[in-house]
RNA sequence: GGUGAGGUGGCUGAGUGGUCGAAAGCGACGGUUUGCUAAAUCGUUGUAGGAUGUAAAGUCUUACCGAGGGUUCGAAUCCCUCCCUCACCGCCA
């Protein structure tokens, strides 16, 4: 959520900003927060004044009953007041909700470090690692070596829930497994971060704290009975402990790192458009997040994804890093790298992590402060990115890791996680 | 799920429907005293809005005593619903 004081006193600036996102409502939705703001600061002005009158008077009845005076006429007089309480109570409330509605419609302002472009084809690439893996043989892609050694099985993953959904089995199911553990074991303990297992199902104000709600509603699972959602990544049961907190400024930076598996119903997406593992309703996710200083949130996010990457480095898997143009950062972000892993037997790149800066955008939405050096409160910058996800990352592994009899192998650091050194 | 007890400021803990944003204590911060520490003593000490102000400061004002409704001229205090915590019982991985 934006600071509304900020659209205020810089509209025009706003606008401008936001506009390097694309897209032309943008403008619009300033100025109709704008007049919203006007009328419920007068609205709310108004109110204030009559409830001071009514204080007044009901502590003079309070005095008077006391000196056994009669009070019927002037507390006639304050029902009155009551009532236009009420009706101009109702308006200003009204006018708060739709503003803060609409306030939480508009996405975040784009950093300033965060390049200029209208699509992903403006995306610059920042760096990239080792190379493509050469073969001899023709390559198998994930879903023909899976079968080969039965380590996944999709019309299962059909038969008990539905398309999209599939059961590991085996070695698969063990793969899995190491990879939890290995990316775990990696964050905690070599880079710091706190292990959390957080809750599967979390409140609407979650969501809305991390921008999932209102505006992406439709991407959640909800368990309606009990109204409460499906996390569709750990970012938002994670980042949202500490919601409605002032954290001392000696706890931050805050660096929890979560497996949980992530849950999307990917509406819109019809049929998905993807093969194999690359796209399922339910995955397995290791996430990072921090929680940091306004200051430090730029050099925060940059040491999250080079740890994100650090586990690719260490499975000997090629990727690149690109930075997101402000065409094609999500809504709340401010700065954005997508990590892309490669896979051979899809001839393309796979996104297995992205990482964000979301500055005070998600804070201000669950009112996360701390308290700086003056004791002043301010709202905090939230980080996220993958540290990765598990499904692409394991196709991946097993597409570039393949031999041409279709044995596979497991890189050194798995080992010890896995078990053994091979499949097959 | 049932019964009972609770939910008040950073913490502990008072609070008869009417100057209660809230006693007291602790803690924290500042001043005085003091050879240092300690002690003593005085003072300050919540949050978010609105109005005024070029801005800061200041001044005025509103809301907030788990959440949401209600009664009343007036609610921390009375009523209703919900949530959470604790204890016991029931059920259960």
Redesign the pocket.
Do not use: C, F, P, W
């Given at each position: 959520m934006l600071d509304?004081?900020l659209i205020r006193d810089n509209p025009g600036l706003m606008k401008e900003r936001l506009a390097t996102r694309g897209g032309e409502l943008l403008a619009a939705m300033v100025d109709e927060v704008l007049a919203l703001?006007g009328h419920?600061?007068?609205a709310?002005?108004d109110?204030?004044?009559l409830?001071?009158?009514?204080?007044?008077?009901?502590?003079?009845?309070?005095?008077a009953?006391?000196q056994g005076q009669d009070?019927s006429a002037?507390?006639?007089e304050?029902?009155g007041?009551?009532d236009r309480?009420?009706q101009i109570g109702r308006d200003a409330?009204a006018l708060d909700v739709k503003q803060r509605d609409l306030l939480l419609s508009i996405p975040n302002l784009p950093h300033d470090a965060c390049p200029v472009g209208d699509s992903a084809e403006q995306n610059p690439e920042v760096r990239i690692w080792s190379q493509k893996p050469a073969f001899d043989f023709p390559v198998k892609d994930h879903v023909a070596l899976g079968a080969q050694h039965g380590l996944f099985d999709f019309e299962a993953g059909a038969k008990i829930t539905g398309s999209a959904f599939v059961v590991y089995r085996g070695q698969g199911a063990k793969l899995e497994r190491a990879l939890i553990n290995f990316l775990l074991d990696l964050h905690s303990t070599h880079h710091g971060y706190m292990e959390v297992s957080p809750p599967l199902l979390v409140k609407s104000d979650c969501l809305v704290g991390t921008t999932q709600l209102p505006k992406f509603g439709d991407q959640v699972y909800h368990a309606t009975e009990d109204d409460l959602y499906l996390i569709p990544t750990a970012e938002v049961p994670v980042t949202n402990l500490h919601r409605e907190e002032?954290v001392k400024l000696e706890q931050l930076p805050i660096r929890y790192a979560a497996y949980t598996p992530c849950f999307r119903r990917e509406a819109g997406a019809a049929g998905l458009g993807t093969r194999g593992l690359i796209r399922m309703h339910q995955f397995d996710k290791v996430e990072l997040v921090k929680i940091t200083t306004p200051e430090s949130s730029i050099d925060e996010l940059e040491k999250l994804t080079r740890d994100a990457e650090k586990s690719l480095q260490i499975l000997g898997l090629h990727y690149r890093v690109i930075e997101l143009c402000t065409g094609d950062i999500g809504f709340g972000s401010a700065k954005t790298y997508d990590i892309e892993v490669w896979a051979p037997g899809q001839n393309s790149y796979l996104e297995v992590s992205s990482c964000s800066n979301f500055g005070d955008y998600q804070a201000r939405r669950m009112?996360l402060?701390y308290k700086d050096e003056k004791?002043?409160?301010r709202f905090c910058h939230t980080i996220n990115g993958s540290g990765t996800a598990l499904a692409r990352l394991y196709v991946a592994l097993l597409e570039t890791y393949q031999r041409a009899d279709g044995s596979i192998e497991i890189p050194a650091a798995l080992v010890p996680y896995f078990g053994a050194d091979r499949i097959g």
């Open positions: 509304i004081r703001d419920r600061r007068t709310e002005t109110l204030q004044k409830q001071a009158d009514r204080n007044r008077i009901s502590k003079e009845i309070g005095l009953k006391k009070t002037i507390e006639a304050v029902r007041i009551g309480i009420e409330e002032i009112n402060r004791g002043k409160n």
